[in-house]
């Protein structure tokens, strides 16, 4: 019995020595949320690594307790979520505001929390050494580029003299940026990536400057968190919408002065929102003449600029191929000036490269301007467009005999890719040689990895190929599971691709065998199961 009571005396005396450390691991933060300048009713207030929520009444005041481990508190109202960073704020008040508007209580220098809104000039003047202390610490190892332990120093300057110089927000977001590409735990990342959003917001609040500041913020935001190859759908969405809002604000507010950057990502969020069915063509179409005029006001003034060329490029490229622009728009555009663009080369296959990506291959303009260019530069890129014009004639023969003088004659692995994917399609659905044209389509991928196209066509090749394959149900259907799996590789490497996909999906996923069917046949949920005859694959056993 006496063994057994000490260790029972051990055992409480460890919990308790637990109970007291968690106790010494806790504070309580008190303050103030705003909306507006004013106090705000119905906020959630939470504490990363702590289990507690308050929720605000009319006074806008909370009170929480946070644990020494917690980095951020997290304010949200109704659908409006907004992280604030407190690693290194050691004050117990902290007050916060949606709008970046916390009003100051009358015309002293300090708010409340312990803040000095004095200009560095000012703080320099009155010999604030705790400023100058740790403002010329921070300086001289950022100026090192040793952020790390810049950190430190700069924290208690940006969050007890916040006003003091733009610097704090400039360099801080340097360092955050830093911080996020050298950190591959992706938990971590999303913390530092809020933390540089929270720096925006902080500079907003004391600089102005908003336009401009909104589109450096939501252009980080859609480079730092749409690089997690992890996103499931919603998340993605989630991402691109609040990056897409912070760039519509910056162009609202800069107008003509908007970076030439911010246009181009506005872009590619409008493309990659309109093609996952959150945006209406008529807000795409809306948002390209807004971009493209700001982007053809740059070029008045610098006609010759590598930058601003580059951008329209890349903008009227966008919105070419987002599926907004129809094949009816495009050919009233070009009809009228074909007569001067079938005389450069250049130009001939600008137009039919547009063309092409819109499917509008079956205008007559296509013809007659593929003839042309075939006419004047019997190159690669002329010999596939013929092999097209001779697939709508249904003269496959001579279709193929273009094709294959294509691949011959092309260097380009994107075009290459392109010419592969499309002699695979051809093969598919005129000859139905399900191998060759398998074949085919891996040749495009190999030249391109991110050809969505072509892992679709490798995934409807083994769906069709199903009825054709083994002699039991479930090897009938395993291709079904090989061809989803192919359609999830589509969506992830290719976002033109993401509602077709994910269209596919939903049907073969209906013809999945049932538990039943599995367990009868010897098989289990999740098993790897090898697909054999020339297709050589491994995919996952499911069910629907």
């Given at each position: 019995m006496k063994p057994l009571f000490s260790k029972t005396i051990l055992l409480t005396v460890a919990l308790v020595a637990m109970t007291s450390y968690t106790v010494i691991a806790q504070r309580v933060i008190k303050g103030t949320v705003y909306r507006g300048g004013e106090p705000a009713a119905g906020v959630t207030v939470?504490?990363?690594?702590?289990?507690?929520?308050?929720?605000?009444?009319?006074?806008?005041k909370y009170e929480i307790e946070v644990s020494d481990k917690s980095k951020y508190i997290e304010f949200t109202f109704i659908d409006d979520r907004r992280k604030l960073d407190i690693e290194g704020n050691n004050s117990n008040v902290i007050n916060f505001s949606f709008d970046g508007e916390i009003p100051v209580k009358g015309k002293g220098v300090v708010v409340e929390g312990g803040v000095d809104l004095r200009t560095s000039e000012e703080l320099v003047k009155a010999k604030e050494r705790d400023f100058m202390t740790n403002l010329s610490m921070y300086d001289q190892f950022y100026k090192q580029d040793d952020y790390e332990s810049a950190l430190e120093p700069w924290r208690k300057v940006y969050y007890k003299y916040p006003k003091s110089t733009i610097n704090l927000y400039i360099h801080g977001g340097r360092m955050y940026e830093a911080f996020i590409e050298n950190t591959s735990d992706w938990s971590e990342k999303n913390t530092l990536i809020d933390s540089l959003m929270s720096i925006y917001e902080k500079r907003i609040t004391y600089f102005n400057q908003e336009g401009y500041v909104r589109g450096r913020q939501g252009t980080d935001l859609l480079k730092f968190?749409?690089?997690?190859?992890?996103l499931d759908d919603d998340q993605l969405k989630s991402i691109l919408k609040e990056g897409y809002?912070?760039?519509?604000?910056?162009?609202?507010?800069?107008?003509?002065?908007?970076?030439?950057?911010?246009?181009?990502?506005?872009?590619?969020?409008?493309?990659?929102?309109?093609?996952?069915?959150e945006l209406p063509k008529e807000k795409v179409a809306a948002n390209y003449q807004k971009a493209s005029a700001i982007v053809n006001n740059y070029l008045k003034e610098e006609p010759d600029s590598e930058k601003y060329t580059t951008s329209k490029e890349l903008i009227d490229g966008l919105f070419q191929t987002s599926g907004a622009a129809d094949c009816e728009a495009l050919i009233a555009l070009y009809e009228p000036q074909f007569e001067q663009i079938s005389q450069n080369v250049?130009?001939?296959?600008?137009?039919?490269r547009i063309l092409e990506r819109r499917d509008c291959t079956d205008s007559p303009l296509f013809a007659q301007a593929s003839d042309r260019l075939y006419d004047l530069d019997p190159s690669a890129e002329a010999a596939f467009n013929m092999a097209r014009l001779f697939v709508k004639r249904d003269q496959f023969e001579r279709a193929k005999e273009y094709y294959n003088n294509a691949i011959e004659a092309e260097t380009d692995k994107e075009l290459l890719a392109k010419y592969y994917y499309e002699l695979g399609l051809f093969i598919f659905a005129k000859e139905h040689d399900f191998q060759k044209s398998r074949n085919l389509a891996r040749k495009?991928?190999?030249?391109?990895?991110?050809s969505g196209r072509a892992y679709i066509l490798i995934g409807d090749i083994y769906a069709q190929y199903s009825k054709h394959y083994g002699e039991t149900d479930v090897e009938h259907l395993s291709l079904y599971w090989l061809a989803t799996d192919y359609y999830q590789k589509a969506k992830r490497v290719d976002p033109e691709v993401f509602t077709q996909a994910n269209e596919k999906i939903n049907i073969y996923k209906q013809y999945f065998p049932n538990k039943e069917t599995l367990f009868f046949e010897g098989y289990t949920e999740g098993q790897s199961y090898k697909i054999g005859s020339w297709i050589n694959e491994t995919t996952t056993v499911r069910v629907k």
């Amino acid at each position: 019995m006496k063994p057994l009571f000490s260790k029972t005396i051990l055992l409480t005396v460890a919990l308790v020595a637990m109970t007291s450390y968690t106790v010494i691991a806790q504070r309580v933060i008190k303050g103030t949320v705003y909306r507006g300048g004013e106090p705000a009713a119905g906020v959630t207030v939470e504490a990363h690594r702590s289990s507690g929520t308050f929720m605000t009444s009319f006074d806008g005041k909370y009170e929480i307790e946070v644990s020494d481990k917690s980095k951020y508190i997290e304010f949200t109202f109704i659908d409006d979520r907004r992280k604030l960073d407190i690693e290194g704020n050691n004050s117990n008040v902290i007050n916060f505001s949606f709008d970046g508007e916390i009003p100051v209580k009358g015309k002293g220098v300090v708010v409340e929390g312990g803040v000095d809104l004095r200009t560095s000039e000012e703080l320099v003047k009155a010999k604030e050494r705790d400023f100058m202390t740790n403002l010329s610490m921070y300086d001289q190892f950022y100026k090192q580029d040793d952020y790390e332990s810049a950190l430190e120093p700069w924290r208690k300057v940006y969050y007890k003299y916040p006003k003091s110089t733009i610097n704090l927000y400039i360099h801080g977001g340097r360092m955050y940026e830093a911080f996020i590409e050298n950190t591959s735990d992706w938990s971590e990342k999303n913390t530092l990536i809020d933390s540089l959003m929270s720096i925006y917001e902080k500079r907003i609040t004391y600089f102005n400057q908003e336009g401009y500041v909104r589109g450096r913020q939501g252009t980080d935001l859609l480079k730092f968190k749409l690089a997690n190859e992890n996103l499931d759908d919603d998340q993605l969405k989630s991402i691109l919408k609040e990056g897409y809002s912070l760039l519509e604000q910056s162009i609202e507010l800069e107008k003509n002065q908007t970076e030439a950057a911010v246009l181009v990502v506005f872009m590619q969020a409008t493309k990659r929102l309109f093609l996952m069915g959150e945006l209406p063509k008529e807000k795409v179409a809306a948002n390209y003449q807004k971009a493209s005029a700001i982007v053809n006001n740059y070029l008045k003034e610098e006609p010759d600029s590598e930058k601003y060329t580059t951008s329209k490029e890349l903008i009227d490229g966008l919105f070419q191929t987002s599926g907004a622009a129809d094949c009816e728009a495009l050919i009233a555009l070009y009809e009228p000036q074909f007569e001067q663009i079938s005389q450069n080369v250049d130009e001939l296959k600008k137009m039919l490269r547009i063309l092409e990506r819109r499917d509008c291959t079956d205008s007559p303009l296509f013809a007659q301007a593929s003839d042309r260019l075939y006419d004047l530069d019997p190159s690669a890129e002329a010999a596939f467009n013929m092999a097209r014009l001779f697939v709508k004639r249904d003269q496959f023969e001579r279709a193929k005999e273009y094709y294959n003088n294509a691949i011959e004659a092309e260097t380009d692995k994107e075009l290459l890719a392109k010419y592969y994917y499309e002699l695979g399609l051809f093969i598919f659905a005129k000859e139905h040689d399900f191998q060759k044209s398998r074949n085919l389509a891996r040749k495009a991928i190999e030249n391109n990895p991110n050809s969505g196209r072509a892992y679709i066509l490798i995934g409807d090749i083994y769906a069709q190929y199903s009825k054709h394959y083994g002699e039991t149900d479930v090897e009938h259907l395993s291709l079904y599971w090989l061809a989803t799996d192919y359609y999830q590789k589509a969506k992830r490497v290719d976002p033109e691709v993401f509602t077709q996909a994910n269209e596919k999906i939903n049907i073969y996923k209906q013809y999945f065998p049932n538990k039943e069917t599995l367990f009868f046949e010897g098989y289990t949920e999740g098993q790897s199961y090898k697909i054999g005859s020339w297709i050589n694959e491994t995919t996952t056993v499911r069910v629907k």
